[in-house]
């Protein structure tokens, strides 16, 4: 399969801090996402970023492809930031497709 | 409509017992996904249905059985199982399963084996 390394492990934030998650992977790619699953459980999808940059309110990510990394950032943190940050890529390969591998997330806590 | 909805939230089964975990969307997508996720880990791929055919099974023990009634549903029907497939089983569903698509999860199903 491909390799996916995701750093920090863990990160504690202030409310109102910014932060960078980042995202390495070993193989081309032509499908990358990042998820939050929050303490109940539920992964939400971000960004469906294959390439480029993107921005959503506080949440923005960019991935260089050709460097097979993807980086998250979070500006402006809140509480309900806090749970795991997944990255999930799928390799550019035939018999992959359909197959997201995901990193081992990192473990955002942001304190009041 | 963005949402895949997942049933029951929580199950507790014993190792003789046979139940079925449920997954619903309504968003016109053709493939649908299940996961199984351990504490603390991300979660692993275990069956893709595309266009209601089975097109991945990552070598998954037969205790666990996946059905497509239609491109709407989803079903894992478990029997048998032990107490380490105690885990969150996430449904996901995507446009058509053949590759660069976004994924939407449902909120999961804990499952305790006992």
């Known amino acids: 399969g491909i390799q996916v390394e995701q750093s920090p492990p863990d990160l504690i934030l202030q409310e109102g801090a910014n932060s960078t998650l980042r995202c390495n992977f070993s193989?081309?790619?032509?499908?990358l996402q990042w998820f939050h699953q929050n303490p109940w459980g539920q992964l939400i999808n971000l960004f469906y970023?294959?390439?480029g940059t993107k921005q959503n309110g506080r949440l923005s990510a960019t991935t260089v492809a050709t460097e097979r990394y993807s980086l998250l950032y979070i500006s402006s943190s809140q509480t309900t930031d806090s749970g795991v940050y997944f990255c999930a890529v799928e390799r550019h390969r035939g018999s992959t497709l359909g197959r997201l591998y995901f990193g081992r997330g990192t473990q955002l806590t942001v304190w009041p | 409509d963005t949402e895949v909805t997942q049933t029951p939230k929580h199950l507790v089964m014993g190792m003789t017992n046979k139940k079925s975990l449920k997954c619903e969307q309504h968003?016109?997508?053709?493939?649908m996904y299940w996961y199984k996720q351990k504490a603390k880990k991300p979660p692993e791929l275990m069956f893709v249905y595309s266009y209601e055919k089975l097109s991945i099974n990552e070598s998954v023990p037969s205790r666990f059985s996946p059905e497509c009634p239609n491109s709407s549903l989803l079903n894992l029907h478990l029997h048998a199982l032990q107490p380490e497939d105690s885990a969150l089983y996430l449904c996901?569903?995507?446009?058509?399963?053949?590759?660069?698509?976004?994924?939407?999860f449902g909120s999961g199903t804990q499952l305790s084996v006992l």
């Open positions: 193989d081309s790619v032509n499908n």
């Open positions: 970023i294959p390439s």
């Open positions: 968003m016109g997508h053709r493939a």
């Open positions: 996901a569903s995507s446009k058509a399963g053949t590759g660069r698509e976004k994924l939407f």
